[in-house]
């Protein structure tokens, strides 16, 4: 069920134990062969894909399209959002379902620069909100182990316009890709213990913008990409994201105690 397509009145009448859904993404750069809108269109792919499956078992808000991209505003086309604005954002819409009953809320993300943020806004979220689950995912680490087992560019493969997301846009909008200009990333090694990509992530953080990561915009290797990969994917998350809705439909109640 989407959010925005339902009267007030419906959702008034829905059980509040609905789990509520809200995909953060981002607006940014991804190499000369793909969108700056690929993470929006990848969150809302995993989105749809899991309201076609249990649409009467979740409830889809309209998607945080800009996020927090600070790291690839060396290349244009990106948008930002600060931190503190965007935890507002999130926190504001996510206060606002809280505030309509509705108790169990999930964060899907869709881009590596919202992590972070998404930890503190969950932790903030869940102080707040005693009677409240709020929980959150990235869609590359809900799936990891089923994911490991399609990759085929090993360690630093799968980080950015790479393998696994140039695959997913060829099956969410084939069109939109660039097929004659995909490229390896051109990734700039620092020294192993801060090397890592969505599947692997590394040791110690350290802070690099993208385009010291990698001047041409991509890390990893999407020319190991498919559509069938993207199919396969798809169908990975999706299945993990059910037992996710599965699994808050099982939770009790919490209660605040002072320590």
Same mark, same amino acid.
């Given at each position: 069920?989407? &959010?925005?397509?339902?009267?007030?009145?419906?959702?008034?009448?829905?059980?509040?134990?609905?789990? %509520?859904?809200?995909?953060?993404? /981002?607006?940014?750069?991804?190499?000369? +062969?793909?969108? %700056?809108?690929?993470?929006?269109?990848?969150?809302?792919?995993?989105?749809?894909?899991?309201?076609?499956?249990?649409?009467?078992? *979740?409830?889809?808000?309209?998607?945080? /399209?800009?996020?927090?991209?600070? +790291? +690839?505003?060396?290349?244009?086309?990106?948008?930002?959002?600060?931190?503190?604005?965007?935890?507002?954002?999130?926190?504001?819409?996510?206060?606002?379902?809280? !505030?309509? @009953?509705?108790?169990?809320?999930? $964060?899907? !993300?869709? +881009?590596?620069? !919202?992590? @972070?943020?998404?930890?503190?806004?969950? #932790?903030?979220?869940?102080?707040? !909100?005693?009677?409240?689950?709020?929980?959150?995912?990235? &869609? &590359?680490?809900?799936?990891?182990?089923?994911?490991?087992?399609?990759?085929?560019?090993?360690?630093?493969?799968?980080?950015? /316009?790479? #393998?696994?997301?140039?695959?997913?846009?060829?099956?969410? @909008?084939?069109?939109?890709?660039?097929?004659?200009?995909?490229?390896?990333?051109?990734?700039?090694?620092?020294?192993?213990? *801060?090397?890592?990509? $969505?599947?692997?992530?590394?040791?110690?953080?350290?802070?690099?913008?993208?385009?010291?990561?990698?001047?041409?915009?991509?890390?990893?290797?999407?020319?190991?990409?498919?559509?069938?990969? @993207? *199919?396969?994917?798809? #169908?990975?998350?999706?299945?993990?994201?059910?037992?996710? %809705?599965?699994?808050?439909?099982?939770?009790?109640?919490?209660?605040?105690?002072?320590?």
């Amino acid at each position: 069920m989407y &959010w925005d397509q339902l009267t007030s009145v419906q959702l008034a009448a829905l059980d509040k134990q609905t789990p %509520v859904l809200l995909n953060i993404a /981002a607006i940014e750069q991804h190499g000369a +062969h793909l969108p %700056v809108a690929t993470d929006r269109l990848i969150g809302e792919h995993f989105s749809s894909l899991l309201n076609n499956e249990i649409g009467d078992k *979740v409830l889809i808000l309209p998607i945080v /399209a800009v996020g927090c991209s600070d +790291h +690839h505003m060396g290349f244009c086309g990106t948008l930002t959002l600060s931190h503190h604005t965007f935890a507002a954002v999130v926190k504001e819409i996510i206060q606002s379902v809280l !505030n309509h @009953g509705f108790y169990n809320i999930i $964060l899907l !993300n869709s +881009h590596g620069g !919202n992590q @972070g943020i998404m930890q503190v806004i969950i #932790e903030q979220l869940g102080f707040a !909100n005693p009677n409240a689950h709020i929980l959150g995912a990235s &869609w &590359w680490n809900v799936a990891k182990e089923e994911l490991l087992k399609i990759t085929e560019t090993g360690p630093g493969g799968t980080g950015h /316009a790479c #393998e696994f997301e140039t695959s997913l846009m060829k099956v969410i @909008g084939p069109h939109l890709v660039q097929e004659s200009l995909i490229k390896p990333g051109a990734n700039v090694p620092a020294f192993p213990s *801060v090397e890592g990509d $969505l599947l692997s992530g590394p040791k110690i953080s350290f802070y690099r913008t993208m385009k010291e990561l990698t001047p041409n915009g991509v890390y990893g290797d999407p020319t190991k990409s498919s559509a069938e990969k @993207g *199919v396969r994917i798809g #169908e990975c998350v999706t299945a993990a994201l059910k037992q996710l %809705v599965s699994d808050i439909y099982k939770l009790k109640g919490r209660k605040y105690t002072k320590s």
